[in-house]
C-alpha cells in the first residue's frame, strides 16, 4: 500500500477509536480531502471532526492547543512544511510549555502533521525539510514518517502519551509502497525493530549480521528510503555491507539502536535533506563522539544539502540537495 | 455564580485537561463573606487585588521577589465585574497582566503569592511565576496575543462537547498588534464559537500610547469580523457589572463570539519602576480610581471594616507564603 493511503488509514483507524480526535487544516476536506490527499474520505466519515479551516496556519495550531487543553487529541496538517514558520510561537512558547510551565497541571498532546522536504521542482517556499529549528525544543517530540514504520502504530503510540508531536511526512513518500518489517526482514534484509519506553519504533537493517558490516547509516524518511537502496544494491554488488538505522522519533532519539550499531561498526554516516548547518546530524556527531570518543575508526560523517534556497528548476534543485547520487557518495565515502 | 464556594471544587470545567487542585483557598475576608451586600462584595474583591498588587510591588522593593511583575492597579473593576457572571463551567485566559484575572477568578492569594515567590507550594510549583499560571478553569501566558486562539480552542472544545460554558480570554490594547488575534477572530466568527474576547484597552502599550500603535477604530477591527461589540468607558464596577452582565447575557445566547471593549486606564507603571507617561496624566487618572468610585458609596465604617479585613487577612497571606 502506498504511504499516503496507509497515512490516511492511519488517521481513519485513531478517528474510529478515539473520540478525541480532530483533525484541522487547511483544505482538508472532500471533495478536494488535502493538499497531498492523505486525507481525502476522512470529511466525509467523520463529519465535524475533520474541519477545513481559513489560511491561518497560527490560528490552526493555536486553536489545536486549546482543544488539547481541554482533552481532545487534535492532530492539525500544515500543508506544507514551509508553513511551520508560521506556528513557531504556537509550538515553542505555548503547546511545549504548558505542561512543564504549569508544574504538569495540565496537559496540551497537540499533534502537527506537515507534508515536508523537495524533489518535486516547488521552489524556495514549498520544497523545505525544516525540521532541524524543532530538535532539542523541550518537551517536543519530532516524528519522521519513514516507509518501513507503520503509520498507525505510530499515531496510536503518541495518542497513548499526553506530549505534543510534530510529524514530518516527506512528500516524497506519498506514492511509495510501505516496506513494513516482516518476520524480523524487509526484502532480503534483517529487519530489527526497537521499541522505545514512549512506544516509538526504529529499526536497524543490515544484510548480513552486525559484526559484519562496517559502518552505520542513520537517516529518517524519504533520505532513509533513499540509503537503503544504496545499501542493498552495494551489498549484492559490491559486497559493502553497512547497517542502516531508521528512527521514527528524531528528536529526542531513542540512542540504544544507534550505539548498539555503532558500537559494533565504530563508523556512522547522518543523513538528512535539511541544509547543513546546526543540524541533526551534528547534534548526533557531538552525542556519538562524547560517547564514543576514542572507540570510533573515523570521525562521525553527516551529509546534508547545501545551505541555500532550494531552486525552482528541477535541475539546479538537484545540485543542492541530497539526491540519490548525493547519497551514495556519501556511503561510499564511509565504507572505505 | 461568580465566586466558587468556600471549600468546592474550583474545577470549572469537566472537559479542561486541569488536573483539579485541592480546593481554593479562598479567605472569605478577601473573597467576600457569605451574605454580605454585593455591593460590598464588589469593594472587598478590588480592594483585595489592589493591596495584593501593592504588596507585591513592596515585596520586589524589599528584594523577597525576583523576575518581573505587571501589576493591574486601576484595572482592578474589570475582572471583578465580569467574573460576577461566570459559573463554574466558563474558562478565563488571562495574559501576563494577569494577578487581578486570576484573584477575582479563584480567590486563592496564598497560592499566587508562593508562585511570585517561587516556592514549590505556588499555583505552579514555582514554575510558571507571575504570568504564567493554571488553576481550575484558569489559564495565563506571557506572549501577548497567542493566548486568543489558545481560547478560542477551548470554546472550540465547549462547543464540540456541548458544554454550556463560554471561553473568555482577556486582553490589552497592545495586543492588537498581533496578528494571530485576527486569524482567531475570523475563525471563531465563522464556526460561532463560545468566546467572549475581554479587551482592556488602558492606553498604554508598556510604555507606547495606543494613538502611536493603533490605526482606525478598536470596535471596527471586531466589527469586521461579525463580531457583537460591546463597549464601555468606566472605571465604576457597579457600571461594569451591568455592562457586563448584559455582554455575557449575549454570548451565553451562543450565536458566536462576543467582544466587550472596555476603556480603563492603568494607574501603575508597566511592571516596575518603568513608567514614562506624562506625569499629569497619570494624575488626573487617579480621580477615576476604581476604588475610590465604589468605595465612596459604602459607609465609612463599612468601608473601613473592609479594608482592615482585607488588610489582616493579606498580610496572615503574606507571613504563611514567606514561611514556606
Known amino acids: ?100 510551565m504549569y508544574n504538569g497541571k495540565a496537559t496540551c498532546p ?25 530538535l532539542g525544543v523541550p518537551h517536543l517530540r519530532v516524528v519522521s514518517s519513514s516507509l518501513v514504520h507503520d503509520p498507525v502504530a505510530v499515531l496510536r503510540a503518541l495518542l497513548a502519551q499526553n506530549r505534543p508531536a510534530l510529524l514530518i511526512e516527506h512528500k516524497l513518500l506519498y506514492p511509495l509502497h510501505l516496506m513494513l518489517p516482516a518476520g524480523g526482514r524487509i526484502e532480503d534484509d534483517v529487519a530489527e525493530t526497537q521499541v522505545s519506553d514512549d512506544g516509538l519504533p526504529t529499526v536497524s537493517i543490515r544484510p548480513v549480521d552486525r559484526k ?23 551489498a549484492v554488488e559490491e559486497e559493502i555491507f553497512g547497517e542502516l538505522i531508521v528512527p521514527s522519533q528524531i528528536s529526542p532519539l531513542h540512542w540504544e539502536p544507534i550505539d548498539a550499531s555503532v558500537s559494533v561498526t565504530r563508523r556512522l554516516l547522518v543523513i538528512e535533506e535539511g541544509v547543513e548547518g546546526c543540524t541533526w546530524g551534528s547534534e548526533v556527531a557531538a ?47 564511509v565504507a572505505t | ?98 494577578h487581578g484575572h486570576f484573584l477575582a477568578r479563584t480567590g486563592d492569594a496564598l497560592a499566587l503569592i508562593a508562585e511570585i515567590m517561587g516556592k514549590p507550594e505556588g499555583v505552579c510549583g514555582g514554575i510558571g511565576g507571575s504570568q504564567h499560571l493554571c488553576a481550575p478553569g484558569f489559564m495565563s501566558n506571557g506572549v501577548q496575543g497567542g493566548i486568543v486562539p489558545n481560547a478560542a480552542g477551548i470554546a472550540l472544545a465547549k462547543q464540540l462537547g456541548g458544554d454550556a460554558g463560554l471561553s473568555v480570554v482577556f486582553i490589552g490594547d497592545g495586543t492588537l498588534g498581533e496578528g494571530v488575534t485576527y486569524e482567531t477572530l475570523n475563525v471563531a466568527s465563522l464556526w460561532k464559537l463560545p468566546l467572549v474576547i475581554v479587551l482592556e ?58 467582544t466587550i471593549v472596555i476603556h480603563t486606564y492603568r ?37 473601613a471594616a473592609i479594608d482592615a479585613e482585607v488588610e489582616s487577612a493579606l498580610q496572615e497571606v503574606v507571613d504563611q507564603a514567606v514561611a514556606l
Open chain 1, 212 to 234: 559484519d558490516c562496517s559502518f552505520t547509516v542513520l537517516a529518517y524518511g524519504y533520505q532513509a528510503e533513499l540509503a537503503r537502496r544504496v545499501l542493498s544494491r552495494l
Open chain 2, 1 to 98: 455564580m461568580g465566586w466558587p464556594h468556600e471549600g468546592a471544587q474550583l474545577m470549572t470545567t469537566v472537559d479542561t485537561n486541569v488536573a483539579a487542585s485541592a480546593g481554593g483557598r479562598t479567605d472569605p475576608r478577601l473573597a467576600g463573606v457569605p451574605g454580605e451586600p454585593r455591593a460590598e462584595r464588589l469593594y472587598r474583591r478590588m480592594r483585595f487585588i489592589r493591596r495584593f498588587e501593592e504588596t507585591v510591588l513592596e515585596l520586589f522593593e524589599r528584594g523577597l521577589l525576583n523576575g518581573t511583575t505587571h501589576a493591574c492597579i486601576g484595572q482592578e473593576a474589570d475582572a471583578v465585574a465580569i467574573v460576577e457572571h461566570l459559573g463554574d463551567h466558563d474558562h478565563m485566559f488571562s495574559n501576563h497582566r494577569c
Open chain 2, 201 to 258: 484597552d488602558n492606553g498604554w502599550a508598556q510604555s507606547t500610547p495606543a494613538g502611536a500603535n493603533l490605526a482606525g477604530s478598536m470596535r471596527d477591527r471586531f466589527a469586521a469580523f461579525g463580531l457583537p461589540v460591546f463597549e464601555i468607558d468606566s472605571t465604576d464596577v457597579e457600571e461594569l457589572d451591568a455592562f457586563a452582565g448584559r455582554a455575557l447575557a449575549q454570548a451565553r445566547k451562543r450565536e458566536g463570539p462576543v
Open chain 1, 287 to 333: 552525542r556519538i563522539s562524547a560517547r564514543f570518543f576514542g572507540e570510533l575508526h573515523q570521525p562521525v560523517a553527516t551529509a546534508a544539502s547545501d545551505p541555500t534556497v532550494i531552486p525552482a528548476s528541477k535541475m539546479l534543485e538537484a545540485r543542492m540537495l541530497m539526491t540519490p547520487e548525493r547519497v551514495e557518495r556519501a556511503i561510499r565515502k
Open chain 1, 1 to 100: 500500500m502506498i504511504a499516503a493511503r496507509a497515512m490516511g488509514d492511519a488517521l481513519r483507524a485513531v478517528l474510529n477509536e478515539d473520540d478525541r480526535v480532530i483533525l484541522l487544516g487547511e483544505d482538508l476536506v472532500d471533495p478536494y480531502g488535502g493538499a497531498f490527499k492523505v486525507t481525502r474520505g476522512l470529511s466525509t466519515e467523520f463529519p465535524g471532526r475533520v474541519r477545513s479551516t481559513p489560511i491561518s496556519e497560527g490560528a490552526i495550531i493555536g486553536l489545536s492547543a486549546g482543544l488539547a487543553l481541554s482533552g481532545y487529541r487534535p492532530i492539525a496538517e500544515i500543508m506544507f512544511g514551509d508553513f511551520i514558520t508560521l506556528c513557531f510561537d504556537q509550538i515553542v512558547n505555548h503547546i511545549a510549555k504548558y505542561e512543564a
Open chain 1, 110 to 134: 497537540v499533534m502537527i502533521r506537515t507534508p515536508s522536504g523537495g524533489g518535486r521542482g516547488y521552489g524556495p517556499t514549498h520544497s523545505q525539510s525544516l525540521e532541524k529549528h524543532f
Open chain 2, 267 to 303: 494607574l501603575c507603571h508597566h511592571s516596575k519602576n518603568d513608567d514614562n507617561r506624562p506625569a499629569e496624566e497619570v494624575a488626573a487618572r487617579w480621580d477615576l480610581d476604581p476604588i475610590e468610585i465604589h468605595g465612596r458609596r459604602l459607609g465609612p465604617s463599612a468601608r
